[in-house]
T-cell receptor, first 113, second 116 residues
Framework: DVKVTQSSRYLVKRTGEKVFLECVQD?????MFWYRQDPGLGLRLIYF???????EKGDIPEGYSVSREKKERFSLILESASTNQTSMYLC????????????FGPGTRLTVL | GDSVTQMEGPVTLSEEAFLTINCTYT??????LFWYVQYPGEGLQLLLK?????DKGSNKGFEATYRKETTSFHLEKGSVQVSDSAVYFC???????????????FGTGTQLKVEL
């Protein structure tokens, strides 16, 4: 079974803080993704990575950056957290094949005060 | 660009009722189509998928058929249970991004509540 873990289930931070969200997968998948989930908006792609040290912007990259130094780990960074970044953050992973399934982590609910 | 439209919820049903959650899509080419389910407090997990026209995906009593002519992928179940209460997301996978990392485009989700 694919296992995708995220560093925290719940996180509370203050405006202006630097926030790190980490995602680790154990299936040697090349592709990793960060989404945010908001009511009424579904899931929106922030960034993705198709290989170590490679990254591409998704639909809503503003205010975020990412890091992928090792194949199994993909980090999402909020350089200066703002209240509009309060959301559920979901990490996903998959193999490169077009029809392959994305496997999701349990999510991190981030609240920025 | 690609888009997915699914019916708004919440949908409230009695146990053993028939379920349909509508999903239509807009995409260029021939996307793969997915239904994901999110149980309370958990991440998303794949429920079923179909990769080409007229394919039927099925799992746990749920079914959906890839209809290219109507650009639809409606989710159905003949008899729902309380344990099916969750949020259901329809999604499509585009042709491919850099390096083959296919982005999923999601609908907004439909919450299903099943009552005794």
């Amino acid at each position: 079974d694919v296992k995708v873990t995220q560093s925290s289930r719940y996180l509370v931070k203050r405006t202006g803080e630097k926030v790190f969200l980490e995602c680790v997968q154990d299936m040697d998948h090349e592709n990793m993704f960060w989404y945010r989930q908001d009511p009424g908006l579904g899931l929106r792609l922030i960034y993705f990575s198709y290989d170590v040290k490679m990254k591409e912007k998704g639909d809503i990259p503003e205010g975020y950056s990412v890091s992928r130094e090792k194949k199994e780990r993909f980090s999402l960074i909020l350089e200066s957290a703002s209240t509009n970044q309060t959301s559920m953050y979901l990490c996903a992973t998959k193999r490169p094949e077009r029809t392959d399934t994305q496997y999701f982590g349990p999510g991190t609910r981030l609240t920025v005060l | 660009g690609d888009s997915v439209t699914q019916m708004e919820g919440p949908v409230t049903l009695s146990e053993e009722a028939f379920l349909t959650i509508n999903c239509t899509y807009t995409a260029t080419g021939y996307p793969s189509l997915f239904w994901y389910v999110q149980y309370p407090g958990e991440g998303l997990q794949l429920l079923l998928k179909a990769t080409k026209a007229d394919d039927k995906g099925s799992n746990k009593g749920f079914e959906a058929t890839y209809r290219k002519e109507t650009t639809s992928f409606h989710l159905e179940k003949g008899s729902v249970q309380v344990s099916d209460s969750a949020v259901y997301f329809c999604a499509l996978s585009d042709r491919g991004l850099t390096g083959g990392g296919n982005k999923l485009t999601f609908g907004t989700g439909t919450q299903l509540k099943v009552e005794l």
